[in-house]
């Protein structure tokens, strides 16, 4: 032992001589000051949960984010309230009456939008379709358009049933148009005896298969009130949507989903799920924990010493941080997860190394005081290099672990100040003359692993294997950028978000390009245009449609093709018999054998099912007290939405030529700045919810424009900064520990030592994460810091212990010592701490648990196994 660690060992132990000579008297002062700093840590430690703020401002693509979002609208903070209806027609009425609902709550919303919406893109939205485009649209018309004729002459099901059979008896051949038809006059059969019908989509027939194939889905963008002050700061906003559409009957019994996701819903749900499955996850492993105490410890009371000590620390702790940074972020309040872990280490340390005197017979006094001589030394090294290891964090750019550091560092020296001051006091108070210490015989619970101590070469040589291994699979470690795949996958905003994410059209990660002036954004993106990673790349210029006048004339045709005037009804209904006889007539013709032998396809099939359910429709209706409401039910599911659907249509073959001075305010403020900057944004062509597409994406943008900001590039760049404040932190932290261990043992070889379990559990555990295809993410990175702090106080401990022997040692090497117990235990509690998280349904925080687990048991065997043969070597040439 050097002068130093004496020394330090000496001054402990009169301390703790101080103290519990006057045990109530500190422990009633100790307990005043945590009352005090645990009502100043609840009424002033807040959580703030803008993941923006978990990056230091300095860092170039925060600051090109902050300007592009200067002048121009971003996604960061809006929810997309995504709507899945049955018709095109559905949906676009859903998202409109939501929209203006929401739009008209100024408390809970600033803006509310539905892009490609209103009556601009109403008029002129086909302008906007190339030539091609617009000519395969005319064909598709004049396919329905005798069909379409008919009906609005005599909109009635009569006529509609004898259109069908008249049609097929005519051409006798398969067309895409009756398919259709027939899937959706089954429905309307069904449907007819629905609580809430829904009316079938002429507008679909019209328009399915051509390039203006509608789409049953819209997706409104609201800018919410965020108070991010709150655990839950969308919580408010979300649920008003939610009420508002329910109130106006969007529901799926109605035929309509509202699902809210972005960014604040995704943190809302994520937040919610995270305290409930930690809650949980605690409650289970708090039983576990005192479990495992009272083996390593063997008294209840040392158990009860050890957790309260843990949570005066943990108090005490969690003031500094209320006073240090104010408000917890996403990834700092995890200080807590480490304090436990690390913060136990100190008692199991002190508590069995006293338990271990009590059993050779010292009296309980002398076994304190020796206990805290004996360990101090090593606690005071483990405190420091741990709270350097976090330290390391703080001059990072990740400011969220860079404060995760500064809180968790500091409360290493928490922890170490109450282990002698606090801790000796309750064993004084609580232990002393409590329990009966029989003498102990025998060998160590462990002493099975002294295998590995006793055959040291062949266990090194091992250990050299795996570390072969783990350096080919080490550099393979990724790191996954996509924070929705560490969410949980079975909640609304993942699932709503990931469907947007798998259509070019809709998703919300695009590249948002700054450019100078709107000639420069042209040229910009038609240069991005070329790249195969790209679908489009958007500028205000694109919202003026080129061609117009060979579009307006093709768009002549199509208006001219659908001008087709309205029959004159009398308004008179025909009787249900021979309503009833139309479609039992169709039915028939349907059901004839060799008609549909001689057509098996797809097309047939359509027919079986349109004459299986018209056959159903048909008993029942017969049977029907009410026939004519029935009738009438089909009827408007069938017809009553063919004139507003047409009408629709022949309003969007009127657009006028228009220019950029006609293009609505909020398009143009949207892309065209006041100081004349111009918007680009760029679309990817790939699905970015596939492992890698995202960086691929944003890669090949930046290769043409560095300065490429928006929610992609964001995401990437967050993670390259994450990773890289890690590998920043980690070596900085390795080294410090390094120096300082040197400086204190003077032994090069009993530093590396300590370090080389570290650095094998370290790469074991990467290696696994390989393996099993598991990347690091924005929460299991923090398993790094943890299993720094904890294999390094390990190594101490041990390396600490087998240079130090005892005459009382019991025999069987460092494996049989209470020490190899107290790291063996240690590492046990941190492990059932935290494995339960690895059956959370949030899947970052699952990995966390698994990740965690699996780490932690790698050290553990590296320090146990490992480290006594290295000791065993190094002491064979030590003392030859």
């Known amino acids: 032992m050097t002068p130093l660690e004496t020394r330090i060992g000496q001054a402990l132990r009169r301390w703790v001589d101080f103290t519990t000579r006057r045990p109530g008297t500190v422990a009633g002062l100790l307990g005043a000051v945590t009352l005090v700093l645990g009502v100043y840590a609840a009424t002033h430690l807040g959580i703030n949960t803008d993941y923006k703020l978990m990056m230091s401002e300095d860092v170039p693509f925060r600051r090109t984010w902050e300007d592009f979002a200067r002048h121009f609208p971003t996604l960061d903070d809006s929810l997309l309230i995504v709507i899945d209806a049955q018709t095109p027609e559905q949906a676009r009425e859903a998202a409109d009456t939501l929209a203006a609902r929401l739009d008209a709550d100024r408390v809970q919303f600033r803006e509310v939008v ?57 051409e ?13 006059i089954g429905h309307a059969t069904v449907a007819a005896y629905e609580e809430h019908p829904v009316r079938v989509s002429w507008e679909d027939v019209v328009l399915m298969g051509s390039a203006l194939d509608p789409d049953p889905r819209r997706v409104i963008v609201a800018e919410p009130v965020l108070d991010y002050e709150k655990v839950f700061a969308a919580a408010e906003p979300v649920e008003a949507i939610r009420a508002a559409a329910v109130e106006e009957g969007l529901t799926p019994e109605r035929g309509v989903s509202v699902r809210v996701t972005g960014n604040p819903a995704l943190s809302y749900e994520e937040m919610s799920n995270l305290i409930w499955d930690v809650l949980v996850a605690g409650s289970f492993s708090i039983v576990f924990i005192a479990g495992l105490l009272y083996a390593s410890l063997r008294s209840w009371r040392l158990v009860f010493a050890s957790i309260t000590n843990l949570v005066v620390g943990l108090i005490w702790t969690a003031a500094f941080a209320a006073v240090a940074v104010g408000r917890l972020n996403l990834v700092s309040i995890a200080f807590a997860v480490l304090f436990v872990g690390l913060g136990i280490d100190f008692a199991i340390h002190t508590a069995v190394h006293y338990e271990e005197l009590r059993r050779r017979g010292l009296a309980h006094r002398e076994a304190l005081g020796s206990s805290l001589e004996g360990v101090g030394a090593a606690l005071t090294i483990c405190t420091v290099t741990t709270a350097i290891g976090f330290f390391a964090f703080a001059p990072t750019q990740f400011r969220g672990v860079a404060e995760l550091g500064l809180i968790a560092g500091v409360g290493m020296f928490v922890i170490f100040f109450l282990t002698v001051t606090l801790f000796p006091t309750l064993i004084e108070l609580w232990v002393r003359g409590k329990d009966d210490w029989p003498r102990e015989e025998g060998r160590s619970g462990l002493a099975v692993l002294g295998v590995a101590e006793r055959r040291p070469v062949p266990t090194l040589g091992v250990a050299l294997l795996l570390l072969a291994g783990c350096v080919w699979l080490v550099p393979q470690v990724s790191f996954q950028s996509n924070v929705v795949k560490m969410r949980d996958p079975g909640t609304e905003s993942v699932q709503a978000f990931e469907d947007l994410l798998a259509r070019a059209q809709t998703t919300p990660w695009q590249v948002d390009l700054l450019a100078p002036d709107l000639d420069a954004a042209q040229a910009l993106s038609a240069r991005l245009r070329e790249l195969p990673e790209v679908d489009r790349a958007v500028t205000l210029a694109d ?43 169709l039915h028939d013709f349907l059901g004839r054998r060799e008609w549909l032998e001689s057509s098996p396809s797809p097309f047939a099939a359509s027919a079986v099912r349109l004459r299986d359910r018209l056959a159903e429709f048909l008993v029942r209706v017969e049977s029907d007290p009410e026939q004519e409401a029935a009738l009438k039910s089909l009827e408007e599911i069938l017809l009553g939405g063919l004139p507003a659907q047409l009408e629709r249509l022949r309003q969007a073959t009127r657009p006028q030529p228009f220019g950029r001075e006609d293009l609505p305010a909020e398009i143009t403020r949207r892309m065209l700045a006041e100081d004349g900057s111009a918007r680009v944004q760029v679309f990817p062509s790939a699905n970015l919810s596939e492992p890698g597409s995202l960086e691929i994406f944003v890669d090949a943008v930046q290769r043409i424009s560095p300065e490429a900001t928006g929610l992609a590039a964001h995401i990437v760049e967050f993670s390259r900064a994450t ?17 300082l261990l040197l400086a204190l043992w003077r032994r090069p070889l009993e530093v590396g030592l300590a370090l080389a379990p570290l650095c094998l559990g370290a790469a074991l555990t990467c290696s696994f994460m390989v393996l099993v295809g598991m990347p690091f993410n924005f929460s299991n990175v923090i398993v790094i ?39 063996f235990y240690s590492a046990l509690t941190t492990v059932t701490s935290f494995g339960s998280l690895a059956f959370s349904s949030h899947r970052g925080l699952s990995d966390l648990g698994v990740l965690l687990v699996v780490g932690m048991l790698l050290t553990l065997a590296c320090n146990l196994l490992v480290l006594p043969a290295l000791i065993r070597l190094y002491l064979r040439r030590r003392h030859p």
């Open 114 to 170: 539905v892009p490609g919406a209103g009556s601009f893109f109403e008029r002129n939205g086909l302008l906007y379709r190339s030539p091609e485009e617009l000519e395969g649209l005319v064909d598709r018309v004049a396919e329905v358009q005798p069909i379409l004729a008919e009906l609005t002459r005599d909109p009635s099901i009569s006529n509609l049933a004898r259109i069908v059979r008249l049609g097929l008896e005519q």
């Open 172 to 184: 006798n051949s398969e067309t895409r148009d009756w398919a259709a038809i027939f899937d959706r």
């Open 543 to 585: 919202y003026i449609p080129a061609d117009q006048e060979e579009k307006l004339a093709i768009i002549e045709d199509l208006a001219y093709m659908l001008d087709v005037p309205a029959g004159e009804s009398s308004g008179e209904r025909l009787p249900a018999e021979e309503q009833i006889a139309a479609l039992r007539e």
């Open 723 to 739: 990773s890289s404040s890690l590998r920043q932190a980690l070596s900085i932290s390795l080294g410090l520990v390094t120096l």
């Open 785 to 823: 810091p943890l299993l720094l702090g904890m294999g390094v106080d390990s190594g101490i401990h041990l390396v600490h212990r087998s240079l130090h022997r005892h005459a009382e040692d019991p025999p069987g090497g460092l494996a049989a010592t209470h020490t190899a117990r107290a790291v």
